[in-house]
C-alpha cells in the first residue's frame, strides 16, 4: 500500500483508540453541566464498581448516592446492604433503584424489592430504571408494559409511602411510554446533550455521564445532577 494512504490511515486509526479510551476511561464526556446551575451532583452504583471505600468519596463534590438493590423477580444485589450502610455511615443521602425487567409481572418485582430495602424515613424516593439493557430479551406490547410498571408503582409507592423516580432513556419513552409516565418525577439519561435540548420534559435527575471517575471507587461511574436542589427529589412527592 502507498505509504502517503497508509500513514494517515494509522494516524486516524491510533486517534480513534486513543478517544474511544479517554472517553471509556472518564477522561473526557460530551456534555458538562454547569456547577452554578446544577451544584447537586450524586452517583448510582451496584455490585459492578466493587468494593467501595465510601471513606474516600468526596462528600464535597457528591451529595446523594443511589444505590442497585434488586433486578427482576429474585436477583438481590450482593453489595446493596454493604453499600447502603456504608454509604450513609459517611454520612450520604442515599436512595435504592429496582432495574425492571420485561420478562417478569411487575408484583413479583414489586416484592422482590420491598424485600431488600429498609423502609427508613430520611432515604429518598425509590427509583425504577427502565431501559433496554440486561438478559431479558421480551419486548410485550405497550399496553401490558404500561400496566406492569403502574403495578410495580402502586405497590413500592404504598409500601415506602412516597412516589418512585422513573430513570429513563429516550428509547424507553419512545417505545412503550409514549409520554405516559404515571404522574411520577423523571430521572433521564442523555450523555450527549442537555435533556431539554429538542425536549420539554420535566426532569428532577439528570444522569449525564457514565464514566465518571470518582476517589474510592475503581472504574467507572455514573454522574448525575439534580434540577434545582436536593429537596426537589421529594418536593411535590407526599406521602399517600
Known amino acids: ?58 462528600k464535597k463534590e457528591i451529595s446523594f448516592v443511589y444505590i442497585k438493590a434488586t433486578e427482576g423477580g429474585n436477583f438481590k ?61 421480551d419486548r410485550p406490547n405497550v399496553e401490558n408494559v404500561q400496566n406492569e410498571i403502574s403495578i410495580f408503582l402502586n405497590i413500592v409507592d404504598s409500601h415506602y409511602k412516597t412516589k418512585s423516580v422513573l430513570y429513563l432513556t429516550n428509547e424507553f419513552i419512545e417505545k412503550y411510554l409514549e409520554n405516559q409516565f404515571f404522574n411520577h418525577p423523571i430521572w433521564i439519561r442523555n450523555i450527549f446533550m442537555h435533556p431539554n435540548t429538542f425536549s420539554s420534559l420535566e426532569w428532577v435527575i439528570w444522569q449525564y455521564q457514565s464514566t465518571a471517575r470518582v476517589p474510592g471507587i475503581i472504574g467507572p461511574v455514573d454522574m448525575n445532577v439534580i434540577n434545582g436542589n436536593i429537596d426537589n427529589l421529594t418536593k411535590g412527592i407526599q406521602p399517600r
Open 1 to 58: 500500500m502507498n505509504k502517503k494512504i497508509l500513514i494517515p490511515i494509522i494516524l486516524f486509526t491510533l486517534s480513534a483508540f486513543a478517544l474511544y479510551k479517554a472517553l471509556n476511561q472518564g477522561y473526557i464526556w460530551f456534555v458538562y453541566p454547569s456547577k452554578e446551575k446544577y451544584p447537586i451532583r450524586g452517583i448510582d452504583v451496584s455490585n459492578h464498581q466493587g468494593k467501595i471505600n465510601w471513606s474516600l468519596v468526596p
Open 77 to 137: 444485589d450482593k453489595s446493596f446492604l454493604q453499600n447502603w450502610n456504608q454509604a450513609k455511615k459517611e454520612g450520604f443521602k442515599v436512595g435504592a433503584y429496582h432495574f425492571f425487567t420485561l420478562c417478569k409481572p411487575g408484583i413479583e418485582q414489586a416484592e422482590n424489592f420491598i424485600q431488600t430495602v429498609p423502609k427508613e424515613k430520611e432515604s429518598l424516593p425509590p427509583v425504577v430504571d427502565l431501559e433496554f439493557v440486561g438478559n431479558c430479551k
